[in-house]
Nanobody
């Protein structure tokens, strides 16, 4: 099992920036991929960005491409999400997710919530207009 703890959320004005962090602990050696999802009130959880932990694959949702940057620090077992040019529609609870089970069917499901088997508790991001 991997435990994930998000931090860095808060209230920011439109056009501002925030940096989210996700610290992983436990069986972190088995991490194959990590990602960020978000859920706004009354909406389903949606994919934001993901990265294969060993490198080579980074994926973004179209809605955040060019504004958000996902990165990882393997030495610290920490995932980051740098969010710039924030919009009110970015307001949501942001969740960190990890895939620890072996990936045998490829990486095409990297943007699907079902691909991941560990989740954090989430951190609130609120963007005011």
């Amino acid at each position: 099992q991997v435990q994930l703890v998000e931090s860095g959320g808060g209230l920011v004005q439109a056009g501002g920036s925030l940096r989210l962090s996700c610290a992983a602990s436990g069986r972190t050696f088995s991490n194959n991929a990590m990602g960020w999802f978000r859920q706004a009130p009354g909406k389903e959880r949606e994919f934001v960005a993901a990265v294969r932990w060993s490198g080579g694959i980074i994926l973004y949702a179209d809605s955040v491409k060019g504004r958000f940057t996902i990165s990882r620090d393997s030495a610290k077992n920490t995932l980051y999400l740098e969010m710039n040019s924030l919009k009110p529609e970015d307001t949501a609870v942001y969740y960190c997710a990890a895939r620890t089970r072996l990936v045998v069917t490829g990486w095409t499901a990297l943007s699907s919530a079902g691909f991941y088997d560990s989740w954090g508790q989430g951190t609130q991001v609120t963007v005011s207009s």
